[in-house]
């Protein structure tokens, strides 16, 4: 599996902003702009509250099982990689979604002062900080689940004389 790369989610991030952003422009001078959802800030940061909790979870646990502490419960490999999974398609969904509320915000900047667009301008706003919350908390659900290298065994993947640690 691929590792996400922030690059690539700052790229998604921007590219919908920049979407947004002239959809919202396009779209107010049609008709009335839809409002901004205010459970959008919620839900995000509930879903990086479940993330981080999950990549907390897992740390303990790994660390426990690394010192070989007695009582500790081992790591599902299977549970760990549906954690990392969740977690990228987590925060892949978290891009796309901050950067439709940046383009919104951005456009309700220009007017603020409407008060109902003044209170849309900040429920985006709290929406763009908890999409990039998710974002934060699935990159560290992913490095915490990242295997090490093991340089040590020879036949072991990415060690000398075994398949690279990479996959397609």
Do not use: F
């Not at 099982?65 to 999974?85: F, I, S």
């Amino acid at each position: 599996m691929k590792l996400l790369r922030l690059r690539l989610l700052v790229g998604i991030t921007a590219a919908t902003t920049a979407l947004s952003w002239a959809g919202a422009k396009l779209w107010a001078s049609l008709d009335t702009l839809p409002a901004v959802p205010g459970a959008a800030p919620v839900v995000l940061a509930a879903v990086a509250v479940i993330l981080l909790a999950t990549a907390i979870s897992l740390r303990s646990r790994l660390k426990a099982a690394r010192e070989r502490q007695p009582g500790a419960k081992a790591v599902d490999p299977l549970g760990a990689a549906r954690a990392v999974v969740l977690g990228q398609a987590s925060a892949l969904v978290a891009a796309v979604v901050t950067g439709i509320y940046a383009g919104a915000g951005i456009y309700l900047l220009g007017e603020l002062d409407v008060s109902a667009r003044k209170d849309q301008a900040v429920t985006a706003g709290l929406s763009v900080l908890a999409g990039a919350a998710v974002i934060a908390a699935a990159l560290w659900l992913q490095h915490v689940c990242k295997l090490p290298e093991n340089h040590d065994d020879p036949g072991a993947p990415g060690g000398p004389g075994g398949r690279a640690a990479t996959h397609r």
